[in-house]
């Protein structure tokens, strides 16, 4: 742990927050006897600190910018792709807590695990030094760069909801369209339509993924 906390540039007072953040769920549920609790409550905590920050940031750091660009240069520094390089930034796959399925199916490359956890992390650094910490890591490792370095990772959903709300009276949604795969390997398949008609398909390891991947179809199919 001593060398995660060295990456991150941040000692902890409470060593089991930073423990927490590790654990996902395959390995609190192989050790439910012992007490363990998977690292997702601080992952929802993490994702909204991280977006607080970010949001924060870039309000302050470019006053002319339009919200419609704000959201997007936001979009593109807290999604999956820009967590995943923090997590191999700390090489974090060499310190997350898997269940033996999750693990021997690659587990710790997975990018939908380490973007949450990378997410937990920043949570428990916020409960264990307060906003002050959690904002100096945001600043080390995601404001610190260029948002056109992720622009391979731009957020369609957020760019396709902007497309369709040209004209009024829209309506777009996401639907799980299938599963697959062993548990530790599924692949998540979405429908996105508009107004009922289906305009895109996606897949994806997480379903934040698929929807995604079914918006970047959508967005080519409403283009051509």
Request: proline share 2%.
């Amino acid at each position: 742990m001593k060398d995660l906390e060295e990456r991150l540039g941040y000692t902890f007072e409470n060593k089991k927050l930073l423990e927490g953040a590790l654990y996902h769920s395959s390995y609190a549920n192989e050790n439910r006897g012992r007490g363990i609790e998977s690292n997702e409550r601080l992952e929802f905590l993490g994702d909204a600190v991280l977006g607080m920050v970010v949001a924060d940031h870039l309000y302050r750091a470019h006053p002319d910018m339009p919200e419609g660009e704000l959201t997007r240069t936001r979009a593109a520094l807290v999604c999956e792709g820009s967590l995943v390089e923090v997590a191999k930034l700390l090489c974090l796959g060499d310190y997350l807590k898997l269940g033996k399925g999750e693990s021997a199916g690659g587990g710790r490359n997975r990018p939908s695990i380490q973007a949450d956890a990378v997410e937990a992390i920043l949570a428990a650094v916020y409960l264990d030094g307060g906003i002050g910490s959690a904002r100096k890591l945001v600043q080390r490792f995601i404001l610190s760069r260029n948002p056109g370095d992720v622009t391979e990772n731009r957020d369609y959903k957020t760019t396709l909801q902007e497309l369709v709300q040209r004209d009024g009276g829209q309506e777009l949604s996401y639907r799980l369209a299938g599963e697959s795969g062993p548990d530790h390997d599924k692949r998540f398949t979405i429908e996105v339509t508009l107004n009922g008609k289906v305009i895109g398909h996606g897949e994806g390891h997480s379903k934040k993924e698929g929807e995604q991947m079914a918006a970047r179809e959508a967005i080519r199919n409403l283009e051509k």
